[in-house]
């Protein structure tokens, strides 16, 4: 198997692989400071720490086991909610499980999108340094201090880790913000798949989705949300072989090899959450033909986008 930047496999899934070992290191850390406690006779402290790092290691091994994202980032904030917790109550009770702060940063910028991550960064220091500044200034002032520079360092470390991912799903034919294929990566597909079409005589389905003009009004912010919860559900419902494609102009197109007009239908029920009313944000159906070649298609999916964009 080919590895490093020669194997799309290795680097889609090298974000994961890094949560699994940072929280494998935050498992062995945490192991040390429960021994510590258990040394010091400090038995109830040791058993909340060990526990704690035992969930890491699971979740750390799990998560090397599995191999791949997942369709949501849910068992990630639990992970953050679990860690926020415990060093919230570590500072309301005399800095006990302190530590966590250090490590919930870096956790927060591997572990999610760089955007979620500075945000629950910002939020979650705020609430640290006004806690940690309640009590005596001496060594709380000491531990704040380390607190802002680890803080600091993950967000330079998140920054980092985000260019060269979108550096990397450029390289890839990916956009960076839905994961989804993009436009050039659509007219390289299909300069490969039209000849297979007409070789093996079968079909070729596009599935065009329209966003409409009215969300591309709320702010930049709102319709990348839209866009990244739409490109996730087509990814999670369409078939294995079927890839998703954000084109230049916001809309997605799902190439579907052997598609029939019912996968699509398919994709449209198990999405009625996302889609919401099927006049607002419709589902086109593109049939390849024999006399097609890339630019017809083309042609005939912006036809359709312009159709329900007016």
Same mark, same amino acid.
């Given at each position: 198997?080919?590895?490093?930047?020669h194997?799309?496999?290795f680097? &889609? !899934?090298q #974000?994961? &692989?890094?949560?699994a070992?940072y929280?494998?290191?935050?498992?062995?850390?945490? #192991?040390?400071?429960?021994?510590?406690d258990?040394?010091?006779?400090?038995?109830?402290?040791s058993?909340s720490?060990?526990?704690?790092a035992? +969930?890491?290691?699971?979740?750390?091994?799990?998560?090397?086991?599995r191999d791949?994202?997942?369709?949501?980032s849910?068992?990630e904030?639990?992970?953050?909610?679990?860690?926020a917790?415990?060093t919230?109550?570590g500072?309301?009770?005399?800095?006990l499980?302190? !530590?966590?702060?250090?490590?919930?940063p870096f956790?927060l910028?591997?572990?999610?999108?760089?955007?979620?991550?500075?945000?629950a960064i910002?939020?979650?220091s705020?609430?640290?340094?006004?806690?940690?500044?309640m009590?005596? +200034?001496?060594a709380?002032?000491?531990?704040?201090?380390?607190?802002?520079?680890?803080?600091?360092?993950?967000?330079?470390?998140?920054w980092?880790?985000?260019r060269?991912?979108?550096?990397? +799903?450029?390289?890839?034919?990916q956009?960076?913000?839905?994961r989804?294929?993009?436009?050039?990566?659509?007219?390289?597909?299909?300069?490969?798949?039209?000849? &297979?079409a007409d &070789?093996q005589?079968?079909r070729?389905?596009?599935?065009?989705?329209?966003?409409p003009?009215?969300w591309k009004?709320?702010?930049?912010?709102?319709?990348?949300?839209?866009?990244?919860?739409?490109?996730d559900?087509?990814?999670?419902?369409?078939?294995?072989? !079927?890839?998703?494609?954000?084109l230049?102009s916001e809309?997605?197109v799902v190439l579907?090899? !052997?598609?029939? #007009?019912?996968?699509?239908?398919?994709?449209?029920?198990?999405?009625?959450?996302?889609?919401?009313n099927?006049?607002? +944000?419709?589902?086109?159906?593109?049939?390849y033909?024999?006399?097609?070649?890339?630019?017809s298609?083309?042609?005939?999916?912006?036809e359709?986008?312009?159709?329900?964009?007016?």
């Amino acid at each position: 198997m080919l590895t490093g930047k020669h194997n799309p496999y290795f680097l &889609r !899934h090298q #974000s994961i &692989r890094l949560v699994a070992t940072y929280c494998l290191l935050m498992a062995a850390a945490l #192991s040390v400071l429960a021994l510590v406690d258990y040394l010091q006779t400090s038995t109830l402290d040791s058993i909340s720490i060990g526990g704690l790092a035992a +969930l890491l290691a699971a979740y750390g091994g799990f998560l090397l086991w599995r191999d791949r994202p997942f369709d949501s980032s849910w068992p990630e904030w639990l992970v953050v909610i679990a860690l926020a917790g415990w060093t919230i109550s570590g500072v309301m009770e005399d800095l006990l499980g302190v !530590h966590a702060a250090y490590w919930l940063p870096f956790y927060l910028v591997f572990a999610v999108r760089w955007a979620h991550a500075a945000m629950a960064i910002a939020v979650f220091s705020a609430l640290f340094s006004m806690l940690v500044l309640m009590g005596d +200034l001496g060594a709380r002032g000491q531990i704040l201090t380390t607190y802002l520079v680890s803080a600091a360092t993950a967000l330079c470390f998140g920054w980092l880790n985000d260019r060269g991912e979108a550096h990397m +799903l450029a390289q890839l034919g990916q956009d960076p913000q839905t994961r989804a294929y993009t436009e050039r990566q659509l007219i390289e597909d299909l300069a490969k798949e039209i000849p &297979r079409a007409d &070789r093996q005589t079968s079909r070729l389905l596009l599935a065009v989705v329209v966003i409409p003009q009215p969300w591309k009004t709320q702010g930049r912010e709102v319709l990348e949300q839209h866009l990244c919860d739409i490109a996730d559900a087509l990814r999670q419902y369409a078939l294995p072989f !079927h890839k998703v494609y954000k084109l230049d102009s916001e809309d997605f197109v799902v190439l579907m090899p !052997h598609g029939k #007009s019912l996968d699509m239908q398919m994709i449209e029920t198990r999405m009625a959450p996302v889609l919401g009313n099927p006049d607002e +944000l419709p589902m086109v159906a593109l049939h390849y033909q024999p006399d097609d070649d890339q630019e017809s298609l083309l042609a005939r999916i912006e036809e359709a986008v312009n159709d329900f964009s007016r």
